[in-house]
């Protein structure tokens, strides 16, 4: 969660550094997943303790400062925009929201009287600041505080109040991940792909054929420029097809010698590390092999567990599986092997 809010601010271009206070028995942890360019300095034992630990650990080129909550990891660009403009003609500015809700007095269970709700809000973070002031404040202040706010307002500073965001929320009960993570998936639009491949790969002289990477004996072998595993010839096309970039022809040329013999591995790999480059992470595969021979039971399992593992998939999401074509056809009067397969593709 903190990583999360590390990062929205790391993504902002007003933001120039950034210091985390860490609970010291935390500090290992902190070091191992926050970014190299992010500072971190142990807290105190209370709220505003650690908030001057933070003030005094920011450099002293720095003229203003935006203090945030470290349990609020969805806070928008625009929120953080707001604050840095109303600290152009103050030295104090903070995100709220206007209470709508109908507010009452409550003893022991039960409603005393209603409460006026004009002018109140609900505060939110980043609170930002003039630097030296805010130091000064805290310095001056004995302790106690909710916020920042408040510490600025004892020391006399003006606090401009702008839009806050219901996005800005402060991670606190057990149901608060739940909202957290329909937030993040908001606005959020999945691409999803899928696309098919077909391969033939004729008889020749041979003793085994190489299926889905499985070397299979066999009386005969399989002719192709490569080592023709017309089986992860499928796979690959189907991955290529679902990223609308040809077909292995086109990326491995056969009329080049230096694909003759190879290994289909290669391609298949090609096919799975350009999917990646584009954002997408392969779903699932299903590859069917239509042949009267070789029977393929017996080596379906070790076939799906190649595929996973050039792919790096469970193996869960990976289907081989035979069928004959009923004695019709070339695949009938067993003069090659034909595959067919579709792979779908997620958007990471």
Known sequence: MLLHTVERFRAHPGVRSMVVVIDPQQSDLAAAFLPADVASVPGGASRDASVAA???????SATHVLIHDGARPLVPAEVIDRVLAALEDAPGAAPAL?????????ED???????ARDGLFRAQTPQGFDLAAIRAAHAAHPGGAADDVEVALAAGLEVRIVEGHEDNMKVTMPGCFARAERILAKGTTMDVRLGNGYDVHRFGAGDHVVLCGVEVPHARGLQGHSDADVGMHAVTDAI????????IGQHFPPSDPQWKGAASEIFLRHAVDLA?????RIGNVDCTLVC?????GPHAPSMRNALARIMGLDVTRISVKATTSERLGFTGREEGIAAIATATLVSE
């Open 54 to 60: 933070g003030l005094a650990a920011l450099p002293d």
């Open 98 to 106: 206007a209470v709508t809700d109908a507010l009452w007095k409550g």
């Open 109 to 115: 269970g039960c409603v005393l009287h209603p409460t």
């Open 240 to 247: 290529y097809g679902a990223l609308a970039d040809g077909d």
């Open 276 to 280: 990646a480059e584009r954002g997408f």
């Open 292 to 296: 009267e021979q070789p029977k393929i």
